[in-house]
């Protein structure tokens, strides 16, 4: 088997895995965490109602949405491997479009203007790719990342002033999380990006998703205010589904950059509950491996 | 209170749901987004949605033997609809929403006045919301995509649905939100946002 098959066929069980069977554990078991603190039957209906869902897609390998997302892939290239490069992009879109006509997924991308739907998930830069080089590794690292709407639409960026700080962050994230939380289906995972360009800022954000739920920042500082926005976005009572209750969020990752220093750049990028995701490596010497990022 | 209650809908039926009440569906629903709900308030609706319910969703449909089969159906953001509601509602005299993430004032009015009442599905739960429907029985405008196509679907027991918004002129969303900004400041205050 060829790298470019080995690449396909890592793409289609990992689509597979994100998004019908294997909902990472760590966002499983928040959510079990969450159901337990609820007092309100409509929250806890919500919650057990979620929790089911996760079982019968696990049971029945069909996608626990049927927002299947549009599809962000990480690609991190070992710096030992000695392959064609030039078949990675091509073998991620076969892998895509056989998944898609197969598991069978939601044919999300469309044209931004025409709204014309190729009925594929294949496009004009879609599926997007970020690659990587990791120094010293004999392994080639995919991550699917299926982003559905309902969260990646209430996403947000703000170039603050460094004078507003601290508090000008924090005032942006609760204030966006109190107005927009209830339509990203949560209770989810916040995602913040603070520094860099709009651009590292909007990435990072997304890239905070990743991370698994109880994880915190290595950055004392930016770990405290992890915690610290974490208890008061719990506080405002949005609830599960936005029907009132204590779990409004079952994390809040926030990564940095160093950034300009007439610049405070702030993005946030929500997650549903759903925080689909799947990670697998293919090493230089054929052997496949499956991981939590 | 728990409903069962039988698409096409009678409004005195409507109209004695209250707030938290659970609801069971049984019938056919129309699913209906963005793109749907704006095609048939400018072309009219091919079918007749007197009495009938919207679905909120862009489901994932699988064609078998010349025959559609449902593989996954939650709901979508229904605010997405916010401005074209009403007019859907008072047109077509729809009698419920299924959604989630609930509507704005505007939906709110027009339900109360033409006596339309949005149930609450909970988001992302796709495949437990394919087992309460039996079966598609058609699908139009499918040249919008699989997503934003009028599918037909014969729901049996659907539900539960929550009553989160009522022809009362009453909310779960609106008193949620309400909570949320009385909390809002106490939080900043916590935060040190404010004095």
Wanted: aromatic share 6%; net charge negative; proline share 5%.
């Amino acid at each position: 088997m060829g790298f470019d098959e080995a690449i396909k066929n890592m793409t289609k069980v990992l689509l597979k895995e994100a998004l019908c069977t294997k909902l990472p554990e760590d966002v499983e078991s928040a959510l079990k965490k969450a159901l337990e603190k609820e007092e309100s039957e409509v929250a806890k209906s919500q919650l057990e109602a979620i929790l089911k869902n996760i079982k019968l897609a696990r049971e029945t390998e069909k996608p626990m949405c049927q927002d299947t997302g549009i599809h962000i892939f990480f690609v991190r290239i070992g710096s030992e491997m000695k392959i064609d490069l030039g078949t990675i992009e091509g073998a991620i879109k076969k892998g895509v479009t056989e998944a898609t006509a197969e598991i069978p997924l939601r044919p999300n991308a469309v044209h931004p203007l025409t709204r014309k739907n190729p009925g594929t998930n294949i496009g004009e830069n879609m599926p997007y790719i970020y690659y990587e080089v990791l120094p010293e590794k004999d392994y080639v690292e995919i991550t699917v990342f299926p982003k559905g709407a309902g969260s990646e639409n209430m996403t947000t960026f703000q170039m603050l002033v460094p004078a507003q700080g601290k508090k000008g962050i924090k005032k942006f994230i609760i204030e966006w999380i109190a107005e927009k939380a209830k339509n990203a289906c949560p209770p989810g995972v916040v995602g913040i990006g603070i520094g860099g360009t709009s651009d590292v800022a909007m990435k990072i954000a997304k890239e905070a998703l990743l991370r698994p739920i109880g994880s915190r920042n290595s950055d004392l500082e930016i770990s405290a205010l992890e915690d610290e926005m974490l208890k008061a976005i719990n506080s405002l009572g949005v609830g599960p589904m936005g029907l009132g209750g204590k779990t409004t969020m079952l994390d809040m990752h926030i990564e940095y950059a160093y950034t300009h220093t007439a610049c405070l750049p702030v993005a946030i990028n929500l997650q549903c509950w759903a925080g689909r995701q799947a990670t697998g490596r293919i090493y230089q010497d054929g052997k496949v491996e499956f991981i939590r990022r | 209170m728990d409903a069962k209650l039988t698409i096409p809908v009678k409004e005195e039926d409507i109209r004695k749901l209250k707030l938290g009440d659970i609801v069971y569906l049984t019938g056919v629903a129309y699913t209906a987004r963005d793109e749907a709900h704006m095609k048939m308030l400018e072309e009219g609706c091919p079918v007749d949605l007197d009495g009938g319910v919207i679905f909120h969703c862009g489901p994932i449909m699988k064609k078998i033997d010349d025959k559609w089969e449902v593989v996954a159906a939650g709901p979508t953001t229904s605010s997405r609809m916010n401005t074209l509601q009403p007019k859907v509602i008072e047109k077509f005299k729809v009698r419920g929403i299924i959604g989630k993430g609930g509507m704005d004032r505007d939906t709110l009015e027009s339900m109360k006045e033409h006596g339309c009442a949005y149930f609450a599905i909970t988001g992302g739960a796709a495949v437990l919301a394919a087992e309460g429907i039996e079966r598609v029985d058609g699908v139009y405008w499918l040249d919008l995509g699989m997503p934003e196509a009028l599918w037909a679907c014969r729901l049996k027991n659907f539900g539960p649905l929550v009553v989160a918004m009522d022809t009362n002129g009453n909310s779960i969303y609106a008193d949620v939100d309400k909570k949320v900004q009385e909390k809002l400041p106490i939080i900043e205050k916590e935060l040190g946002l404010i004095e």
